[in-house]
């Protein structure tokens, strides 16, 4: 098994270890998004010191561009990038349902339009494998189909099917000895439907289990119904992960119920946006307020941007739309992201999971309640 | 004085050592071009670890945005972008000439709108310093009318009058001890005018001399008649700055003409649109020949970009409009300005400047014949 949990906290929360082909990762884990073999604004040195220990690949911006064909030439991922520790790769799915043109779902796999150039793709289970096997990826997921928002419990079992005989069909096509290949739970917002899908994964031969199609337009109370039931179900002998999720609050509350790996856009894009996240919760750079503001980001921060440069400075880069905001932005975001997750195993490791969350409650302005 | 001539090759050109706030700098020197409190694309330790030595920041741009008096009470521009070296500050007459709306030149100065946002400036000699001495920069320039090419010899003697008025109000103006400041010699491609106002310049107490009002459209060979004749005959025991110069080929000419100082967008903003500087003469990294091309940019090179990553990974970058393109890029071109001058100043410690100079010409596909 290539994975071990390691201890549970009383409050559901656990800790663990997964062993990848290109070494080990601690979970609770976030994953940065290196969408087109690149975390965006940042290079593989500073992710390495900022202690990301996985990052994710997108096989639908690959795929198209430059081709895995080339990145397998040059020896794969890894070594494209020049990123030396472990990548998790999507399947494609969730990007062919959410940026491409003229797409049409089929028994045997997806047809669609690049939305870069137009040209048309036609990517099966088995495709989807053998991409990601080009890749060099060391955690595959399998081909799914996520399910629209809102569909109807028909529609919703219908899309289940499919995204189950797909996994099955990439079980069967997976040839690379040592990649892991994770399946995922869909179902829409229906619980049985949910249950239904984990029961029969559970019983394959999976490396780990995901919960896809959330983060789809739903509103959060939905979200966190179908998360707070569903994770406790996985098997507690494999990663469980969250797909695409979410606020520092989400990765909070989604460790209480046992989920294990995460990862979203939402540190980067949104440092790019100007949206900075503190210990007290996320500001706008871009504020008046912060014209003249000699402090760091966050006065309780220890990464470079808050130990060298001020808010004005930042808020003078974002106006003057320099690369070395979106740059600076997004170290400040991963490095509070990371470190988030870094407490969060503390905590746990202490058995005071609980009390962390109520710390971190008391001390954040978060968007919503939960 | 601030500046020591430690070595004159026999082809002319010359070693020497510059004295400011913020540390000493050998010459010959490139400064890159940090315009709005940033080097684009690139951080302030990146610069030192390429072995920037001055960093040149433009008045115009700061006095819009932010501010001098927002940088000022930030504690200056060197805290400000967090860049502890040397700066030399243009005055923001260039940038008036090229980039401001609805200008107006009067004896007492120059009128212009933002192109930020429209808002009314008036820019006199001794606001140009008294801005220049609110950022803190270590070598202040000379308020001067950049004067328009092509310009009768009546509207070039015309305009270089006005400059030498404005160089002697800054030189009046100026009140921070150890800033230093270097006047401006123009008068366009007239010999007899700018020798008029290089003598004019030259007995008064500047701390050194740049030539200005070159690169403004005018054929390559104009802009080399004057620079070849006027450089040589600029005082020897100042340092001689050859302002907005060049391509490669351009410095190599200018340090043999005994030039000591340059500053240029060209490696960082060619570095943005694709263009790479390598021995062998400048490459466009999206040309489709290095679509698979496992090499580095410049085999010759030491450059950290060089040292890890593959043609086909950055023309894959540049492709896909990533950040870390830029990035990249303006670090090898960096390295590239950096390490030229390096070479340079070894070959006229050696006293062997003219082969150098006659190897990097057999060695370099150039634009033009020179």
Redesign the interface.
Known sequence: MSFRLLKKDPSGARLGELTTPHGKIMTPVFMPVGT???V????SEELESLGAEVILGNTYHLML??GEK?IE???GLHK???WPGPILTDSGGYQVFSLALRRKILPEGVRFQSHIDGDEYFLTPQRAIEIQEALGTDIAMVLDECTAYPATPEEAEKSMRLSLQWAMQCLEAKKREGMLLFGIVQGGFYPDLRKNCLEELASHNFDGLALGGLSVGEPPEACYAIGSELAPMMPADKPRYLMGMGLPEDIVEAVGWGVDMFDCVIPTRNARNGQLFTTLGPIQIKHTEY??D?RPIDENCSCPVCK???R??L???Y??K???S???NTIHNLHFYLELIRKIRVAISGGRFAEFKKEFYAHTRIRRDS
Do not use: Q
Not at 40 to 43: C, F, G, L, N
């Open positions: 087109a073999a690149t965006k604004a940042v290079t561009r430059p080339v030439k040059l020896g494209f990038m020049g014209r003249e000699p060298k440069y001020s004005a400075y808020r003078h880069l106006l003057a320099e690369i070395l979106s740059r600076l």
